[in-house]
C-alpha cells in the first residue's frame, strides 16, 4: 500500500469530466480548478482597492472565479475575470498544473526548482510558483517521481522503471520500508495487480489529479487556491451552524438562505412503542446498516429480528443454550452473527432466519463480534486468553488468528476497514490495522472499560468506562478530546454509541443503583437511574437525560437511516422505541391501513 501521506482525496469526491494525460480543450477559465484551468490574461480595468464587507475583495473575487468554474459557468467566470482585473491563477501556476497533469515529469520538476518559499516572495530569483512556508520540496520531487514510477510500470516499461527507482525516488528518501514496497511492485505481472497492490488507479484514473491535489497543498494559496475552496468554507459555515444546534435532528444538509435551528418538537424523547416478546433481560440492540430492521439479544437465549418501523417480529433465532451477549450485521445487512455465552458464534441468514454455521467452540464466552467492509469476513472476541481474536469466513472457516495474550470483551471496527479496537475487559484498549493485522497501539486509560464503538467518519474512538464516564478519542493523535458525565456504570456492559442526524450525539444507558435512606427505626431501600444520556458530541452538554429501564438499561442504537429514532432496552425486559410525536402518529396511521 501507499504511505498514509501519499492518499490524498481527489478533489473532494468531485468527478472529473475526462481522463487523466489527454490534451483536452479549455475555456481560459475551466470547470476544474486546479486540475484544467489557465489564468484569465489581459483585463486592463483599475481594481478596486476597497474591501468587501470587510473581506479582501481580491480573495473574494478569485474564489468567485473558481466557484463559477467548478459549477461550469465559464463565461460568467471569465467576465468577472476581466471586468474585476483579478486573475485565477499566474500563468506559471498554470503550466505546472497542466505538466502534472499532461504528465510532463521533467517540465514539473523544473518549475519546481525554480519555486520560491512563501516567506522569501520578494526574491527576484524566483519564476513565479510560490510554496507555502512548510513545504517539503524534496518529498514533493519525491511524489512527482513516485507518479513517474508507477506509470511506467502500467506500461510494463519495467527497465525504465528500476532506473528511476534507484536512481530518483531513492536518493530522495531514506524510509527503507517504503522503498522496499515500491520495489515490490516491480514484481506484479498484470496492471491489474498493480493497482491492486499500490492502491492506485493508474494513469488514466484519477491518481494524477490526486498527486496534484497532494502538490497544491505544498503551494502558497495565494497563487494556486485550495480546490473548490468557496464550497469548503460553505461546507465549514454549515457544520458550524450544525454543531450550534442543540436539538439537530435533520438529515438534510441545512440551507444558505438562513441560519439553522431545528424545532425541539423533532427530538426523539418520547417513548413511542414498547417491544415485550423477550422473557428476560434484554442486553443489546442494534438497527441494520440499511436502517430496515433491529436485532435484539439477552439473557434469554434468542436473539429476535424486528421489522422497521412497524416493530413486528421477522424472526425468532432460537440455537442457543445460554444468553446472547452481542449481535453484528453484515455490512450488507445479508448475515447476522450471534454472540453467545455458551462459547460459540453462530451465523445466520437474515432472510430466512436459518444458521448458517455454527463456529467451533471457544475456551471462554464469546463476546462481540464485527464484520470486515466486503461482508465475507468477520471477527469474533472472547475472553479466551490466547485465542481471544480471531477472524472467520462466511463458510466458518479461520481465516486469520491474532494469539492475542489478552482477553476480549468488546470489538469495534472503522468503516473504512482500517482499524480494529478491542478493550480487554480491563483497563486497555489495543489497536490494530485491520488491513496488516498488527498492533499499531495501546492505551492504558486507568479504568475498567466496557463498550467500544468507532464514528461513521473512521476518526473517533467512543469508550466507555465503567466510572460513569464516556470518553471521546482521536485514533489517529492517539489521545482523548471530550468526556461525557452523568450515567451510571459500575458492574455491567453498558454501552454508548453515535447517533443523530451528522452523528452529533452520544447517546448511553445507564446501570441500575441502590440508594440507602435511613430513618428513625427503618430503612428504605431505594432503586434508581437505568436513564437514557444524550450529550451533543461536539460540547458534551448533556441534551437530554429520558427514563430508561428500571433497573438497568443496558444497550441504544440510533437508527442510521432516521435521526428522530432510536431504540433502548434494559434488565425489565423491554425494548423501549423513542421518536416524537408526528412518528407517533404516522406509525398508527400506517397500522390501521395495514389492518
Known amino acids: 500500500m501507499l504511505a498514509d501521506s501519499d492518499r490524498a482525496a481527489a478533489s473532494n469526491g468531485t468527478s472529473r469530466p475526462y481522463a487523466n494525460g489527454k490534451s483536452h480543450p479549455r475555456s481560459s477559465?475551466?470547470?476544474?480548478?486546479?486540475?484544467?484551468?489557465?489564468?484569465?490574461?489581459?483585463?486592463?480595468?483599475?481594481?478596486?482597492?476597497?474591501?468587501?464587507?470587510?473581506?479582501?475583495?481580491?480573495?473574494?473575487?478569485?474564489?468567485?472565479?473558481?466557484?463559477?468554474?467548478?459549477?461550469?459557468?465559464?463565461?460568467?467566470?471569465?467576465?468577472?475575470?476581466?471586468?474585476?482585473?483579478?486573475?485565477?491563477?499566474?500563468?506559471?501556476?498554470?503550466?505546472?498544473?497542466?505538466?502534472?497533469?499532461?504528465?510532463?515529469?521533467?517540465?514539473?520538476?523544473?518549475?519546481?526548482?525554480?519555486?520560491v518559499v512563501s516567506s522569501d516572495r520578494g526574491s527576484e530569483n524566483g519564476n513565479?510558483?510560490?510554496?507555502?512556508?512548510?513545504?517539503?520540496?524534496?518529498?514533493?520531487?519525491?511524489?512527482?517521481?513516485?507518479?513517474?514510477?508507477?506509470?511506467?510500470?502500467?506500461?510494463?516499461?519495467?527497465?525504465?522503471?528500476?532506473?528511476?527507482?534507484?536512481?530518483?525516488?531513492?536518493?530522495?528518501?531514506?524510509?527503507?520500508?517504503?522503498?522496499?514496497?515500491?520495489?515490490?511492485?516491480?514484481?506484479?505481472?498484470?496492471?491489474?495487480?498493480?493497482k491492486s497492490k499500490a492502491e492506485w488507479d493508474g494513469a488514466f484514473?484519477?491518481?494524477?489529479?490526486?498527486?496534484?491535489?497532494?502538490?497544491?497543498?505544498?503551494?502558497?494559496?495565494?497563487?494556486?487556491?485550495?480546490?473548490?475552496?468557496?464550497?469548503?468554507?460553505?461546507?465549514?459555515?454549515?457544520?458550524?451552524?450544525?454543531?450550534?444546534?442543540?436539538?439537530?435532528?435533520?438529515?438534510?444538509?441545512p440551507s444558505l438562505y438562513a441560519d439553522h435551528i431545528c424545532d425541539r418538537r423533532q427530538f426523539p424523547t418520547e417513548n413511542v412503542l414498547e417491544l415485550d416478546e423477550h422473557e428476560e433481560q434484554v442486553w443489546q440492540v442494534v438497527f441494520s446498516h440499511d436502517g430496515t430492521k433491529l436485532a435484539s439479544c439477552g439473557q434469554g437465549k434468542q436473539v429476535i429480528i424486528w421489522d422497521v418501523p412497524s416493530f413486528k417480529p421477522l424472526h425468532f433465532l432460537k440455537d442457543h443454550d445460554d444468553g446472547v451477549g452481542n449481535v453484528a450485521w453484515s455490512w450488507d445487512d445479508s448475515m447476522l452473527v450471534t454472540c453467545c455465552q455458551d462459547r460459540h458464534a453462530r451465523l445466520?441468514?437474515?432472510?430466512?432466519?436459518?444458521?448458517?454455521?455454527?463456529?467451533?467452540?471457544?475456551?471462554?464466552?464469546?463476546?462481540?463480534?464485527?464484520?470486515?467492509?466486503?461482508?465475507?469476513?468477520?471477527?469474533?472476541?472472547?475472553?479466551?486468553?490466547?485465542?481471544?481474536?480471531?477472524?472467520?469466513?462466511?463458510?466458518?472457516?479461520?481465516?486469520?488468528?491474532?494469539?492475542?495474550?489478552?482477553?476480549?470483551?468488546?470489538?469495534?471496527?472503522?468503516?473504512?476497514?482500517?482499524?480494529?479496537v478491542a478493550s480487554d475487559g480491563g483497563t486497555n484498549i489495543h489497536v490494530y490495522n485491520f488491513v496488516t493485522h498488527e498492533l499499531e497501539y495501546q492505551m492504558d486509560l486507568q479504568v475498567r472499560l466496557t463498550s467500544v464503538s468507532i464514528s461513521q467518519n473512521s476518526r473517533y474512538l467512543l469508550v466507555n468506562h465503567n466510572n460513569g464516564i464516556a470518553q471521546l478519542i482521536d485514533l489517529i493523535r492517539r489521545e482523548p478530546v471530550q468526556s461525557y458525565t452523568g450515567f451510571t456504570s459500575e458492574k455491567y456492559m453498558i454501552r454508548s454509541a453515535f447517533g443523530g442526524a451528522d452523528e452529533s450525539f452520544v447517546i448511553s444507558g445507564s446501570e441500575g443503583r441502590?440508594?440507602?435512606?435511613?430513618?428513625?427505626?427503618?430503612?428504605?431501600?431505594?432503586l434508581i437511574d437505568g436513564s437514557i444520556n444524550i450529550w451533543h458530541k461536539a460540547t458534551a452538554q448533556?441534551?437530554?437525560?429520558?427514563?430508561?429501564?428500571?433497573?438497568?438499561?443496558?444497550?441504544?442504537?440510533?437508527?442510521?437511516?432516521?435521526?428522530?429514532?432510536?431504540?433502548?432496552?434494559?434488565?425489565?425486559?423491554?425494548?423501549?422505541?423513542?421518536?416524537n410525536n408526528d412518528w407517533r402518529r404516522a406509525h398508527r396511521e400506517a397500522n390501521r391501513s395495514a389492518d
Open 205 to 253: 484514473g484519477e491518481s494524477r489529479h490526486i498527486l496534484l491535489s497532494q502538490l497544491s497543498r505544498c503551494i502558497s494559496p495565494s497563487v494556486m487556491l485550495p480546490e473548490h475552496r468557496l464550497a469548503m468554507l460553505l461546507h465549514q459555515v454549515k457544520a458550524n451552524q450544525i454543531g450550534r444546534c442543540l436539538w439537530h435532528s435533520s438529515a438534510i444538509s
Open 348 to 420: 445466520w441468514d437474515v432472510e430466512t432466519g436459518a444458521c448458517l454455521q455454527k463456529l467451533e467452540r471457544c475456551q471462554e464466552p464469546v463476546t462481540s463480534c464485527v464484520w470486515a467492509t466486503d461482508s465475507q469476513t468477520f471477527v469474533t472476541g472472547a475472553l479466551d486468553k490466547t485465542h481471544g481474536l480471531i477472524q472467520w469466513n462466511i463458510r466458518g472457516e479461520k481465516v486469520y488468528d491474532w494469539n492475542t495474550p489478552h482477553r476480549v470483551e468488546d470489538l469495534a471496527i472503522s468503516p473504512d476497514g482500517h482499524w480494529l
Open 29 to 115: 477559465v475551466t470547470a476544474t480548478t486546479n486540475g484544467t484551468s489557465k489564468a484569465v490574461n489581459g483585463s486592463s480595468k483599475a481594481r478596486p482597492t476597497d474591501t468587501y464587507l470587510g473581506h479582501d475583495r481580491e480573495e473574494v473575487t478569485r474564489l468567485l472565479i473558481q466557484a463559477l468554474s467548478d459549477m461550469g459557468y465559464h463565461s460568467a467566470a471569465q467576465s468577472v475575470s476581466q471586468e474585476s482585473g483579478f486573475e485565477l491563477e499566474s500563468p506559471m501556476v498554470a503550466a505546472f498544473r497542466n505538466a502534472i497533469l499532461e504528465g510532463n515529469w521533467a517540465e514539473a520538476e523544473h518549475l519546481l526548482s525554480g519555486a
Open 514 to 526: 441502590h440508594l440507602l435512606n435511613m430513618h428513625v427505626g427503618s430503612q428504605l431501600t431505594l
Open 128 to 194: 513565479g510558483l510560490v510554496l507555502a512556508n512548510n513545504a517539503d520540496r524534496q518529498m514533493m520531487r519525491f511524489w512527482i517521481r513516485q507518479q513517474k514510477f508507477l506509470e511506467l510500470l502500467e506500461q510494463r516499461e519495467t527497465g525504465r522503471a528500476l532506473v528511476v527507482l534507484r536512481t530518483e525516488l531513492t536518493p530522495l528518501y531514506q524510509d527503507t520500508q517504503k522503498l522496499h514496497f515500491l520495489s515490490s511492485l516491480l514484481m506484479c505481472q498484470k496492471a491489474e495487480d498493480l
Open 542 to 579: 448533556l441534551v437530554e437525560k429520558l427514563n430508561g429501564h428500571i433497573p438497568g438499561c443496558n444497550s441504544v442504537s440510533w437508527s442510521p437511516t432516521d435521526p428522530c429514532l432510536f431504540a433502548s432496552c434494559g434488565d425489565d425486559g423491554k425494548i423501549k422505541i423513542w421518536s
